[in-house]
């Protein structure tokens, strides 16, 4: 990362295959109320016609600068804004989405008033024709670095573990990146941005438009690469032991990686060699990540734990029964 101005917003866009989406992403962004920013947008190597309308859109914006690189990923994207960027403070913008034009200043209003090193706002999530189908707002409010990272084991909102609809202090990301060819990066960094900042601020603007598309990563059909998702919860687990933060946070990212892993031993094809590699991989990580924590987990995480132990087939059971179960 450069050397900061105090006065500047960075705004962090990785590009990636969404040429019908971009245009609006951009433009969103050149309305911003707020000055100075500077737009980092980081095409990552798109085959699509993406990069031209970048290119074609910051030509005669000064506040934007276009950064192309070989396809990478979108981890390695985010890195590359980081890498370059020079604000006091920073936010992500996905490219498929778009924010109203106090984004910045409300979140910058936040973060300032309260003192904080993240502010969050609440979202609207859009689907493909432009019709809201949902609306997610906070109340305005603040919390300790160990309540906000109690909040991560709050799955029903998934608003606390994206990086994304967020305004952060540049320090926070000072040592810190994403990991770079892994699925579900958010939940790799969320933990250690919570527990960096001195107190994280909750506005009740709605200031961020999510895209619900079909050809999202999130949408995508799960494979052997979802089961990252056990490795983040492992390092969670992992880092609130190294870091004496003892609670929610550590107890629930526990038996997510417990339900995780199960998920992918109930729905991947185990008789493939790499699948079954993939798998032993992440059992490892559980057991390893549990026995250094099992001394603070909840009678629920341990039972779950023994019954995976015990066979992880029964397990399987178990689990396919719930899914069948939520339908």
């Not at 024709?129 to 109340?139: E, I, M, N």
Request: charged share 25%.
């Amino acid at each position: 990362m450069m050397k900061t101005n105090n006065s500047l917003v960075s705004i962090i866009v990785p590009v990636y295959n969404v040429v019908k989406y971009v245009s609006r992403c951009l433009e969103s962004l050149a309305a911003q109320t707020y000055s100075p920013i500077e737009i980092i947008v980081v095409d990552d190597g798109s085959t699509d016609g993406c990069a031209k309308i970048c290119d074609d859109f910051a030509r005669d914006k000064e506040q934007f600068t276009v950064i192309h690189q070989f396809n990478a990923g979108l981890s390695a994207a985010r890195n590359t804004g980081l890498n370059y960027c020079h604000g006091k403070y920073i936010t992500f913008v996905d490219s498929d989405d778009s924010v109203e034009p106090d984004f910045v200043s409300e979140l910058l209003k936040c973060i300032t008033e309260k003192r904080a090193d993240i502010a969050v706002c609440g979202i609207d999530v859009l689907n493909e024709s432009g019709k809201k189908v949902d609306h997610q707002v906070f109340r305005p409010h603040v919390l300790t670095s160990f309540e906000a990272m109690d909040c991560l084991a709050k799955r029903e909102n998934g608003l606390y573990t994206v990086v994304w609809n967020k305004l952060y202090s540049s320090n926070l990301w000072r040592d810190l990146r994403f990991p770079e060819g892994r699925q579900h990066e958010d939940t790799f960094v969320m933990h250690r941005l919570y527990h960096q900042a001195n107190c994280v601020a909750f506005t009740d603007k709605v200031l961020y438009n999510y895209l619900l598309r079909s050809q999202s990563i999130m949408h995508k059909e799960y494979g052997v690469s979802n089961l990252d998702e056990v490795e983040a919860f492992c390092d969670r687990v992992d880092y609130c032991r190294e870091q004496g933060v003892i609670g929610a946070c550590m107890d629930t990212a526990m038996y997510f990686a417990i339900g995780a892993l199960a998920h992918g031993y109930a729905v991947l094809d185990c008789k493939d060699g790499e699948i079954q590699r993939r798998l032993q991989e992440c059992r490892t990580l559980v057991f390893y990540a549990y026995e250094g924590s099992k001394h603070w987990l909840s009678r629920k995480t341990k039972l779950v734990m023994f019954i995976f132990r015990l066979s992880p087939w029964l397990f399987v059971g178990f689990y396919r029964i719930h899914l069948l179960m939520k339908k």
